[in-house]
């Protein structure tokens, strides 16, 4: 297939597909896809070998957000039934993250419902840097706690977060759509502020909350210029309780053409599989993996992941291997700061696509609210 030799081609050169290229993985047919994972799955190998790197989610404070993001279960209004606790203290954090690093993370991720830190959430979240990093040696930390106000980032980095995460979520020209409190651009400068403070730029999206194969390869190009360390690629969990509970619109298929073309745009970028794995690609996740080199461990925010032994297991299965804290994730070219990058080669208008046509399959089943771990005297996920 001409299509994916060229997108081989360009992957091991990192230099970045047309917008046409990567809408043309989004509309490949079903009897095309292993093609389509093979082919990316060459340029994964080209950057990052067989290594999964692992990263663990530790929820510092859940729930009763003032923002509305409409995918989110901790939104304003949300019903959803999830843990609700205000921010954990700085040891008990430390002894989640603990748990994760036991069982194989090498980032650990502190995330707290909000809009953005106030100055004194910024103290608490160094405390708590201090804690992990004190007692888990060689850990990665990155903060996420929303939308930073002037000065944050400098704090933090200057506290030991490793990077900041900040998701763009969808494309610009839909975002009004999933939430209304905030906008694209605050989202766009909150990661460009990380950066300016020398933290490692983590910003991400979510599929399946409705999108066209235009936002979804609008929101691509938008991260690949923002030149993040790292993608995550979350599949939307519909929560029952939330405005997007009926959003049942990912097939494993479609779930795997989207991270194919996110590889295939962001070649040696760290693409991690993040919250909604186990719902939407079910037994498929393996195949994921010749496209992601990084993925959660055990438990998200609010909803329970697969066991973390079981997580272990399938990547030994699929022929993969745990990156360990004495290898750098990154390709050695993209090591000095977010540099390497290529530049945006095709800003030309790409026709509108279609919306797939919705599953049949809904597996509410599936999304299990979370009740162990951080915020509950239950041992955590890892
Ligand atoms: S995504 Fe973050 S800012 Fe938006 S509602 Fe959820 S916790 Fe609040």
Redesign the pocket.
């Known amino acids: 297939m001409d299509l994916l030799n060229t997108l081989v081609d360009k992957g091991l050169r990192r230099e970045l597909p047309t917008r046409e290229e990567a809408l043309a993985v989004l509309a490949t047919s079903d009897d095309e896809l292993l093609d389509v994972v093979a082919a990316a799955g060459k340029v994964r190998r080209q950057w990052f070998g067989r290594r999964v790197k692992l990263n663990y989610l530790v929820n510092l404070k859940s729930g009763l957000?003032?923002?509305?993001?409409s995918?989110?279960s901790?939104?304003?209004g949300s019903k959803a039934e999830i843990l609700k606790y205000t921010w954990l203290k700085p040891d008990d954090a430390s002894k989640a993250a603990a748990a994760g690093v036991a069982g194989g993370a090498k980032r650990v991720c502190l995330v707290a419902?909000?809009?953005g830190p106030t100055d004194r959430d910024v103290d608490r979240v160094s405390e708590t840097i201090s804690a992990i990093k004190e007692q888990n040696e060689g850990v990665e930390v990155c903060a996420c706690l929303?939308l930073l106000s002037d000065g944050q980032a400098e704090r933090l980095r200057s506290a030991g977060a490793d990077a900041y995460n900040h998701n763009l979520n969808t494309s610009e020209a839909t975002y009004g759509d999933i939430?209304t409190t905030h906008d694209f651009s605050d989202r766009v400068s909150t990661v460009q502020q990380a950066q300016a403070a020398g933290m490692s730029a983590c910003s991400g999206l979510i599929a399946g909350m409705g999108e066209t194969d235009a936002d979804l390869v609008d929101v691509v190009f938008a991260l690949r210029e923002l030149d993040p360390d790292s993608v995550p690629v979350n599949f939307l969990i519909p929560f029952e309780g939330t405005p997007l509970a009926k959003e049942w619109n990912l097939t494993p298929q479609r779930a795997l053409r989207i991270l194919a073309m996110v590889r295939f745009v962001c070649p040696d970028i760290e693409v991690r599989l993040a919250g909604g794995r186990e719902v939407h690609l079910r037994s498929m996740q393996p195949l994921a993996l010749h496209l992601v080199n990084s993925l959660f461990l055990g438990d998200y925010l609010t909803s329970e992941g697969q066991a973390g032994k079981d997580d272990l297991a399938m990547i030994a299965d699929a022929g993969f291997e745990v990156e360990g804290t004495d290898t750098t994730t990154l390709p050695e070219h993209r090591r000095a700061g977010c540099g390497g990058a290529q530049p945006a080669a095709d800003a030309a208008e790409a026709p509108a696509a279609t919306v797939p046509a919705p599953s049949d399959e809904t597996r509410r089943d599936l999304v299990a609210v979370r009740r162990r771990g951080a915020g509950t005297d239950l041992p955590p996920n890892a």
Not at 65 to 69: F, G, S
């Open positions: 957000c003032p923002e509305d993001c995918y989110c901790q939104r304003l419902s909000g809009r929303g939430c």
